[in-house]
């Protein structure tokens, strides 16, 4: 057998169509693998920001980090299928949820009816019980309730039986406010209620006496069988912001008292705080009861529960702000018991009344799948994040700010976001003037957790989604990586 040169090979081995494919072929494997090379890199943290990353000293494993331009590629890929605990990044989904499934203009009735036809005589009695059907209105304020009972006065309402509070709307939905952290009188920890007021919790307002150095303390609702006590320090020093005030609410012979410790600056000036100091049906008994009374009423067997009869007239109702209006509270300021009381609407309003956490979580998630979410992993406790259990990933949740972006209720949702260094829980971060106004985001701080997600815009015009999420005992020392990365985005 005679040997052929290699040049005898490469003109004549095949027919020249044939060998023009096979070259075609391999430039394109060649171009695949270039590509796939760019892909990996393009996952991974760009040196920049994986040497701010390792200052952190936290493990890679503790990291989920998805970014990605809206509308184009995903830049930066870590661990983003791994469920991970999201804090307060969770109120993301819900609000998101709340917003595409009830609709902007969804708003909360809280209605006072009779039985029958409502009569009242001469002196203004009511006959039979005044209802309330509670509709689980978020932000109920005691104005609110005021202008409710208002109503009923203008109406000749003077002298009830007594009041009966219909919550049929949620199911069993209390929770112990110590439950999470031992901190029981903290308004983040405030049981959901289908009629909350004022949140539950009461006010704490501190006058100062200047020629007697010393803080006067007033209760605000002035409730009966609650008191004050204990001492705030009186000092020169120059204000260094918020005072830090102790308390603890203690059942004392029949009565609540609050007991109070710490030290304010007289510089300071009056200032208030907010405590939970009585169950939130309690809480509605002692307030309707004091501002009737108020208002010239009178009530003789007081507050219970119980259902409204198939009967009964409406004589007046307050409808709430609307729910685009009521999630920027909730995003910009991370309220734990308004996203809750979201939730529990969401599941009424989809899966019946009697709404558990359980049927909103459902709901939700039924919502999401609809708009192609990837929710795989996901754990939703009770919708706002205050919980060990809960679970996100940052892919899937990056997917559903995807979704929000490309939907009509875009922006109001984006507005209910927090802005960088200009308002919300994020007003003191990102303050630089090529970040500060640049990017809506959503925080969420626990122990063992830190998380950040929202939307970013570049110097170029062009947007981008960014979650990120850590979970170790270690996660504050996030905070400089997240907001750097923050502005790595804006500066593109």
């Known amino acids: 057998m005679v040997s052929q040169p290699a040049s005898h090979y490469r003109k004549h081995a095949y027919p020249r169509p044939l060998a023009g494919c096979i070259h075609r072929a391999w430039w394109l494997i060649a171009l695949l693998a270039c590509l796939a090379a760019s892909f990996a890199q393009a996952q991974g943290l760009p040196p920049e920001l994986d040497k701010l990353w390792r200052a952190t000293r936290l493990p890679d494993s503790a990291l989920s980090l998805y970014v990605q331009e809206i509308g184009g590629p995903t830049l930066v890929a870590v661990n983003p299928g791994e469920p991970r605990n999201p804090a307060s990044v969770m109120k993301m989904v819900t609000t998101w949820a709340g917003l595409s499934g009830l609709g902007p203009d969804y708003v909360w009735r809280t209605t006072a009816l009779a039985e029958g036809k409502g009569r009242i005589d001469a002196q203004g009695t009511l006959a039979g019980p005044l209802y309330i059907k509670a509709g689980g209105d978020p932000f109920f304020t005691m104005q609110d309730l005021w202008a409710l009972l208002r109503e009923l006065r203008m109406r000749g309402v003077k002298n009830l039986t007594e009041v009966v509070v219909d919550r049929s709307i949620f199911g069993n939905v209390d929770t112990d406010p110590g439950a999470f952290d031992d901190a029981p009188d903290r308004p983040y920890n405030a049981s959901p209620d289908a009629m909350m007021v004022g949140l539950g919790a009461v006010r704490l307002m501190f006058q100062p006496d200047a020629a007697a150095r010393k803080w006067i303390p007033v209760l605000d609702p002035p409730f009966r069988g609650m008191r004050v006590e204990g001492e705030i320090k009186w000092t020169d ?40 100091a009585l169950p939130q049906r309690e809480y509605f008994a002692s307030l309707f009861t004091m501002l009737w009374r108020e208002l010239g009423g009178t009530l003789a067997r007081g507050v219970r529960a119980g259902r409204v009869p198939n009967n009964a007239t409406t004589l007046a109702w307050h409808d709430s702000q609307s729910l685009g209006d009521t999630i920027r509270y909730i995003n910009k300021h991370s309220n734990n018991v308004m996203a809750r009381t979201l939730l529990l609407t969401l599941g009424a309003e989809m899966s019946g009344q009697g709404a558990t956490p359980q049927s909103g979580a459902s709901s939700a998630l039924r919502l999401l799948a609809g708009q192609g979410v990837d929710t795989r992993g996901w754990v939703i406790d009770n919708g706002a994040g205050l919980s060990r259990a809960s679970r996100l990933t940052a892919q899937g949740l990056a997917g559903m700010l995807d979704a929000a972006w490309r939907s009509p209720l875009m922006p109001e949702f984006i507005s209910s976001l927090a802005i960088a260094g200009v308002d919300g829980t994020v007003r003191r971060r990102m303050r630089d003037n090529e970040v500060k106004g640049m990017a809506h985001l959503k925080t969420g701080t626990l122990r063992a957790t830190r998380a950040l997600a929202g939307y970013v815009l570049g110097a170029s015009g062009k947007r981008y989604i960014l979650v990120s999420m850590v979970n170790d005992e270690r996660s504050s020392a996030v905070r400089a990586f997240d907001d750097a990365l923050v502005a790595w985005l804006a500066e593109r």
Not at 256 to 264: D, L, P, S
Request: net charge neutral; with cysteine.
């Open 237 to 276: 020093a120059v204000c260094p912001g918020s005072p830090s005030i102790s308390t603890q609410v203690l059942p004392v012979n029949g009565e609540f008292v609050v007991r109070v410790g710490g030290a304010a600056a007289g510089s300071c000036g009056e200032f208030s705080i907010y405590r939970l």
